[in-house]
């Protein structure tokens, strides 16, 4: 496996603006070295506070469909019981630029539930990105899958 966080981890001393296009630059590099073979990701979910319920996860390469992948028909979605969410597997992905954003949705209705705009339930984003006043950017969110094994990490926060 290929770590890209070895390319990019350099880069940080030339400002915020610049840093995310030269890590941009190194994570595309990264990735067209074995384009041809299929990718795959282990996400490791950590921070639930109950086992009860369901985890909504939605991986997405596209950036005008983070974070609700509701009109990505790329995004892979999945709905895996809260008890047997600690880690999800995705297969046969295409080597590119994802995102994850996943909700415990702790009732299990679905979705996620609100109050006043102020999320109930547990949520969370590749590379525990943080929004302010909403969920983050997809460019906060950002990773790069290579061709073989891939792993991210997500901590799930919640508000109250």
């Known amino acids: 496996m290929m770590n890209i966080a070895a390319i990019t981890g350099c880069i940080s001393v030339s400002g915020t603006g610049s840093a995310a296009r030269i890590a941009g630059l190194g994570i595309l590099a990264a990735l067209s070295i074995g384009a041809g073979e299929p990718a795959s990701l282990d996400l490791s979910i950590t921070g639930l506070r ?3 319920g369901n985890v909504l996860v939605c991986l997405t390469p596209n950036a005008k469909a983070f974070p609700n992948c509701e009109k990505d028909a790329q995004a892979r979605k999945a709905v895996v019981p809260a008890a047997k969410a600690a880690n999800i597997h995705f297969a046969d992905l295409a080597p590119g630029i994802y ?3 996943l909700v415990h949705d702790e009732n299990a209705n ?7 705009m102020i999320p109930r339930e ?8 943080m929004g302010s006043f909403g969920p983050p950017k997809f460019a906060a969110a950002q990773f790069g899958i290579a061709s073989g094994e891939n792993v991210q990490g997500v901590k799930v926060k919640y508000m109250f």
């Open 50 to 52: 109950s086992l009860q």
């Open 110 to 116: 679905g979705k996620m539930d609100v109050a006043i």
């Open 122 to 129: 547990g949520y969370g984003f590749s590379r525990n990105a």
């Open 99 to 101: 995102a994850i954003a």
